[in-house]
């Protein structure tokens, strides 16, 4: 039976879940097909991201640390982040391309202060909601439902929209839509119960930052190898975007497709992995999805035939559903209970100045050896971040 908190958080999900596959996921087309967008401008849509959250942790963890409640402060990041949406309906009149592709980049960048701010406060926001002994559970549910809303939209934005890649219209009308089912969200978010924090006086205001996390041996090495593994998955992002688009010529439709195959192989592995991670550990799992997640980009050079590509992202997305789940439950899982709002905070921002470096590393890459030697140099790096887990998981079972 779930809890009100946990029905809310999965139609807080949901809203969420249909605004980012309205927009977030068009993206990359809309600047390369819309916009002109130079490769290295493309790779900067993955980039600025996490340079301005990189910036913003701080301040957001001080921000939330010192709230009364979050939920307040969380639906207002939301609601910020997606009336930027508007900016990217209107940027189009601007009067050359050039500064409409630039422009759109600034937007990206603005969008990503106040979801700095909702990212980091509905972490801490739901795990202090979800019992420890629920995660598990609760998170494969939610994510399979989320998989599913997330599936069925952008199937249905692959079809309606299968010949309007060169529209303008079409991509105005998705981020018009993004910001509605934004506004939804907000709503969901407010419905939380929270409790207000009970703040004493007389006790010592909360430290912005506590050092003594990183004494924490078993936090400490999940961090490195955590960042190594975002590094080298990262990496590929923008090269994947150039290659579908560019390469493979790719239209709204396909790119539709790649992610409704691989939904649909999450939705159904999510319970999979759940299961394995709750007998073997979240660590020892983690492993196999890591290891997994290094075939991708080596096996999507090998062919720019689109019905190929749609089966292997389709296939990708077994490995992916595991990412998803365990990586998070580690995060919590390795994260000390009196300092979890520093562990997190402290992740988020090595998380951030990494997902910066990571897609600019994968255009040099790309720009120095070709797309295919620099997709087969991301496959042994993320092999080699399965590795760093590995040694992870031997050093603490050997403790």
């Known amino acids: 039976m779930r809890t009100y908190n946990e ?6 999900g949901m809203a969420s879940t249909i605004a980012l596959n309205f927009s977030n996921n068009f993206f990359p087309i809309f600047a390369i097909t819309i916009l002109g967008a130079t490769n290295y401008q493309v790779g900067l849509i993955s980039s600025l991201p996490p340079l301005i959250a990189l910036l913003m942790t701080v301040p957001a963890a001080i921000l939330l640390n010192k709230a009364y409640t979050q939920k307040k402060l969380v639906a207002g990041s ?4 997606r009336l930027c949406f508007l900016f990217i309906v209107l940027l189009i009149y601007l009067p050359s391309p050039s500064m ?12 990503s202060v106040p ?3 909702a990212n980091i406060g509905w972490q801490t926001f739901i795990s202090g909601m979800i019992a420890e002994e629920r995660r598990g559970q609760f998170f494969s549910d939610r994510n399979r439902l989320l998989t599913l809303v997330g599936l069925v939209a952008t199937l249905m934005i692959g079809i309606v929209m299968r010949e309007a890649s060169a529209s303008v219209s079409a991509y105005q009308i998705l981020f018009l839509v993004a910001l509605l089912f934004g506004i939804l969200e907000v709503y969901f978010v407010m419905k939380h119960e929270e409790a207000p924090v009970q703040i004493d006086e007389s006790v010592e205001k909360k430290k912005s ?12 090495s999940f961090l490195a190898a955590a960042l190594f593994f975002n590094f080298a998955w990262q990496m590929a992002w923008g090269l994947f975007n150039i290659y579908n688009v560019r390469i493979a010529g790719a239209t709204i439709f396909w790119i539709s497709m790649f992610s409704v195959g691989s939904m649909l192989m999450q939705f159904f592995t999510f319970p999979l992995w759940r299961r394995w991670a709750e007998k073997y550990s979240n660590l020892r799992m983690f492993i196999w999805a890591a290891a997994g997640m290094a075939t991708t980009p080596f096996l999507v050079v090998l062919s720019t035939n689109l019905y190929y590509l749609t089966i292997i992202q389709t296939t990708s ?16 899982e390795k994260s000390p209970e009196q300092s979890r709002t520093y562990c997190i905070t402290t992740y988020n921002i090595l998380l951030a100045l990494v997902a910066f470096i990571a897609p600019q590393m994968g255009i040099v890459l790309l720009e120095m050896v070709g797309m295919e030697s620099a ?8 092999l080699l971040s399965a590795g760093g887990f590995l040694y992870v998981y031997i050093r603490q079972r050997n403790r």
Not at 78 to 81: D, K, M, P, Q, R
Not at 318 to 332: K, M, Q, R
Not at 375 to 382: E, P, V
């Open 375 to 382: 997709m087969t140099i991301n496959s042994c790096l993320r």
């Open 317 to 332: 997305g077994f490995f992916l559903s595991g990412t998803v789940l365990i990586l998070f439950n580690l995060l919590l």
């Open 78 to 81: 939301i609601l910020l982040a």
């Open 7 to 12: 029905k809310v958080s999965i139609y807080h």
């Open 209 to 220: 930052m506590d050092w003594s996390i990183f004494k924490d041996s078993k936090y400490v």
């Open 100 to 111: 409409q592709a630039w422009s759109f980049l600034i937007i990206i960048a603005l969008i």
């Open 115 to 117: 979801n700095t701010v």
